[in-house]
């Protein structure tokens, strides 16, 4: 048995000796005993929204836990822990920002970090509506953040904006995971001793935790969707290709994908995954160790985090160097190879692109105007064929810089949507949000709120943005309104390759419509899974 199956059932029989336990403290907010912690929330009454934040769910992992799957909390069960504070991030990093790939050429600039943020980072927050535990058990939401996998935190959404367009009638659980070189260090003497995608493998231990617990907060562990945005969203792919779609149990129904993230995803023993750990080990002084990573985890943890930060900063422009990797065990293989064969776990998904999922990702100001060495610059494994290839199939769309966006935003975001969608044939809906000017990310502010005001700031497009979602999380179906909306009714994705687009007219009226999806991109994201194999998605 692998030592994440081991984990699983030492969680599983340590929450069955535990008695779930609620106790009335005297401010008359729920105390709820996990079997290993006590934790008292907060009730919000402007959002009649009762949170828990800061849920140690996973032990710190730190030294010796360094670069290990994800262990139990120690027990502390003596005192009540208030749950009314966010959490400390995880180590955080900055994108590419080199005009070239330096995972071509290792000798990565070391200039100093300022960044030095804790390890402890492993925690998630929960929130039921009301200020007593649901009686009703309710379907139960899990937000997986993202940030290329080297940034993002729980604290950056507020829970009680998806609680207010769910109309309260969801769970909502966020979690944190390990990041950067702290999550997705790979290599040969990782997987000798240690783990493999260990941010993932807190990701997965965290949705353990949620069929082990939620049922306490009033969600219902059988009705669970995972929903996540940019490497979140590649996150919730990982999930859904998982141990070749077999997790046990199944730990959720539905997932969510705004703008799904596959970057290159290499075995973990490749050239450029081992190039990664030699560097590491460089930088951290560890060269000459008998045991370079026993050496590693003695580092201390504000030195790993400079060299995360420059690493990272030193990788091709909008590219992220510290990323999944097919380790053999949780992801088995490529995430292309998984989906085309069906190996995917969960029942229905939703998935959403923006129309301009590329510009963010690529110099602007300073571009690489030959598209065929963009090409070979962005995936180091193309040859002269496959960059030439990747030019005749872009040369008339627009410039050359638009050509860069459409080819950064096409393999990398939007032709894994439709692996995903083909995939669920008889489960999947395809949503695209259009609103000026969609670019990545840019869809947020319009479901998390309290992150700032959207530029189109609708009421009508607002709810009908938003019921997209919370109807499937609630239903599974978006057609199955938790409100009344303007859009139109939404076929399976499978349906005629049907769509729903979700934008503003140039008058400033909400624009929700039915629209099918362009043969000529189909036609580029077929070229893009042909040669998966050289790009390692």
């Keep these: 048995m692998t030592k994440l199956g081991i984990t699983v059932l030492v969680l599983l029989s340590s929450t ?36 828990y934040l800061g849920i140690r769910y996973a032990a710190p992992p730190t030294e010796n836990l360094r670069w290990r799957a994800p262990q139990l909390p120690a027990d502390n069960t003596s005192v009540v822990q208030l749950a009314n504070t966010q959490p400390q991030a995880c180590p955080q990093a900055n994108q590419g920002e080199s005009s070239t790939n330096p995972l071509e050429n290792p000798n990565l600039d070391k200039r100093a970090s300022a960044s030095a943020n804790p390890e402890d980072c492993l925690f998630l927050n929960v929130y039921f509506p009301g200020d007593i535990v649901p009686t009703e058990s309710l379907p139960t939401l899990v937000w997986i953040h993202g940030g290329g996998y080297i940034a993002g935190d729980a604290a950056s959404f507020t829970g009680s904006d998806l609680m207010r367009e769910a109309n309260n009638e969801i769970v909502l659980v966020i979690m944190q995971y390990r990041l950067g070189l702290f999550g997705f260090l790979a290599g040969s003497e990782v997987e000798e001793n240690g783990d493999l995608n260990a941010g993932l ?13 939620i049922s306490k907060f009033g969600g219902d562990p059988a009705k669970v969707t995972i929903w996540g945005e940019s490497a979140g969203a590649g996150s919730v792919l990982q999930h859904i290709v998982a141990q070749d779609g077999r997790s046990s149990p199944q730990l959720f129904r539905g997932a969510i994908t705004s703008s799904t993230f596959l ?3 290499y075995l973990y023993n490749d050239t450029i995954p081992e190039l990664l750990y030699s560097e590491v080990v460089s930088q951290a002084g560890c060269s000459s160790a008998n045991d370079s990573l026993t050496c590693l985890r003695a580092v201390d943890a504000t030195t790993l985090e400079a060299i995360n930060s420059r690493i990272n900063i030193e990788g091709f422009f909008g590219t992220f160097v510290f990323v999944p990797v097919v380790d053999g065990r949780f992801i088995t293989q490529r995430p ?26 690529v110099n602007q100001t300073d571009p690489i105007t030959n598209v065929s060495l963009y090409a070979s610059t962005l995936f180091p494994k193309f040859g002269s064929q496959q960059a030439q290839m990747t ?5 008339n769309l627009d410039s050359s810089v638009q050509q860069d966006d459409l080819i950064m935003g096409e393999s990398i975001f939007v032709c894994p949507t439709y692996y995903l969608l083909n995939a669920f044939a008889n489960s999947g809906w395809k949503g695209e949000f259009a609103v000026p000017p969609a670019t990545h990310g840019s869809d947020l502010v319009y479901y998390f709120t309290s992150q700032g005001t959207p530029a189109f700031n609708n009421t009508d497009f607002l709810a009908a943005f938003q019921g997209a979602f919370m109807s499937f999380v609630v239903s599974q179906n978006p057609n199955e309104k938790i409100n009344s909306t303007i859009t139109p009714s939404w076929n399976l994705y499978s349906q005629g390759d049907t769509e729903m687009v979700f934008n503003r007219t140039v008058d400033g009226q909400p624009d929700v419509h ?18 998966s194999a050289l790009t390692g998605q």
């Design 16 to 51: 069955l000796v535990h008695a779930s336990i609620y106790v009335r403290a005297s401010n008359d907010t729920p105390i709820i005993d996990l079997g290993y912690a006590k934790y008292q929330g907060a009730f919000d009454s402007a959002n009649n929204v009762t949170n």
């Design 201 to 213: 493998l807190d990701q997965d231990f965290a949705l353990r935790w949620v069929q082990t617990h």
């Design 263 to 265: 970057p290159s995803q």
């Design 336 to 361: 292309t190879e998984a989906l085309k064969q069906g190996k995917v776990n969960g029942k229905s998904l939703l998935s959403f692109t923006n129309t301009n999922e590329g510009n963010t990702f």
């Design 391 to 395: 030019e005749l199939l872009y040369e």
């Design 514 to 531: 039915v629209n099918t999806t362009n043969q000529d991109l189909l036609q580029r994201c077929n070229f893009w899974q042909s040669v």
